[in-house]
């Protein structure tokens, strides 16, 4: 069965942090996504990526960075965290917008 | 811009009683719309993707429909088990990217 893995489920960080979150797909797909979701906000794109070493910036990155080395694998950095950042985040993976997304199971991340 | 809107925001429904859930779009060329589940706390499933106006899916007691402005989610004797949040989301061939509704929450009770 293919996948999405995010490497948490949950999260509690202290404010001024640096976060990692790793997301890992087994699809050998080119794009990939990072998202979060907030109630009443929906789905909000941070940062994606369509090949290794490459990204581009979503709809909200600021406070966040990215790193694509290889492949199979995005990570999301927060570079300092803060309290507005509680979130769940969601990865996504795809060979083509046409066929959809799969998506991770989330990170649900706390800064306190 | 690309704009998808779902509605109703939320659904409470009694086990058997069967309704429809709405995603109107404005956009410059759909290329594909996309049906998720969301269970809270959980990623979002995958149920259906319809490329052109007329094209209907179908699962178990759900049913997808495209027109040239709207899709609509149809569930038919709903279950319990159906209660989650359900977004819909559209591809226009921007990067692959993906425009997703804020989705919405079914709650199904006996």
């Known amino acids: 069965d293919v996948k999405v893995t995010q490497s948490s489920r949950y999260l509690v960080k202290r404010t001024g942090e640096k976060v990692f979150l790793e997301c890992v797909q087994d699809?050998?797909?080119?794009?990939m996504f990072w998202y979060r979701q907030d109630p009443g906000l929906g789905l909000r794109l941070i940062y994606f990526?369509?090949?290794?070493?490459?990204?581009e910036k979503g709809d909200i990155p600021e406070g966040y960075s990215v790193s694509r080395e290889k492949k199979e694998r995005f990570s999301l950095i927060l570079e300092s965290a803060s309290t507005n950042q509680t979130s769940m985040y969601l990865c996504?993976?795809?060979?083509?917008?046409?066929?959809?997304?799969?998506f991770g199971s989330g990170t649900r991340l706390t800064v306190v | 811009e690309d704009q998808v809107t779902q509605s109703p925001e939320a659904l409470r429904l009694q086990e058997g009683e069967s309704s429809s859930l709405n995603c109107s779009y404005t956009?410059?060329?759909?290329?594909?719309l996309f049906w998720y589940r969301q269970d809270p706390g959980k990623g979002p499933e995958f149920l259906f993707t319809?490329?052109?106006a007329g094209e209907e899916k179908e699962k178990e007691r759900l049913k997808a429909t495209l027109t040239k402005k709207e899709s609509f989610l149809h569930i038919t004797a709903p279950k319990p088990e159906d209660s989650a949040t359900y977004l819909c989301?559209?591809?226009?061939?921007?990067?692959?990217?993906?425009?997703f509704g804020t989705g919405t929450r079914l709650q199904v009770t006996l």
């Open positions: 996504a993976s795809s060979s083509s917008g046409q066929y959809g997304y799969t």
């Open positions: 699809m050998d797909h080119e794009n």
């Open positions: 990526s369509y090949d290794v070493k490459m990204k």
């Open positions: 956009v410059s060329g759909l290329r594909g």
């Open positions: 319809l490329y052109s």
């Open positions: 989301a559209l591809f226009t061939g921007t990067a692959s990217k993906l425009t």
